[in-house]
């Protein structure tokens, strides 16, 4: 359990932050962007929660906990010492990905093909789930760059790809099941 007794604690006045092992970097770290991006995600998802009703709302819900769970992995470098940790760390599992897929094939199955792009918008809860579905990538795009440098557990990255893809169907089926998704014209306004 987290206790927070004081929010400011005045050591991170010179640009470092402590990561989840006690190191400290830059708050400009790409590990530090990547679970911060994921931060942000979250409060998109809290956003889009204020429209959302019902499964949906209740899939967001357990979303945002999985963010959470996302910024506690990556927020932890050195998944070789794991092992030795006095405390097991929150590690990203498979099957939170898996649950995305099974989400987002039961959506699909619910939904026309699409025949054209579309635009982000139709429906309120629509367009926040496409900017959730952008920052999710913006966080996949970190998380990326930061597993070129440094170890990053597999189904984090995994976890963030199919967030994205959930978050776009997820879009359409706010749309009245893609009825009233907002289609790309090509070169509609030359």
Known sequence: MVVLNKIYTRTGDKGTTALGNGDRVAKHDARVEAYGTADELNCFVGVARLEATGETDAALSRIQN???????????????????????????????????????????????????????????????????????????RLAMLLSEREDVNVAAVTYLNRLSDWFFVAARMANDTGKKDVLWVPGANR
């Open 66 to 140: 999985d963010l959470f769970d996302l910024g506690a992995d990556l927020c932890r470098p050195d998944m070789a010492a794991d092992k030795d940790a006095e405390y097991p760390p929150l590690r990203m599992a498979p099957a939170q990905v898996d649950r995305l897929e099974a989400e987002i094939d039961l959506m699909t199955s619910q939904l026309e093909p699409l025949r054209s792009f579309i635009l982000p918008g139709g429906s309120k809860l629509s367009a926040h789930l496409h900017v959730c579905r952008t920052v999710a990538r913006r966080a996949e």
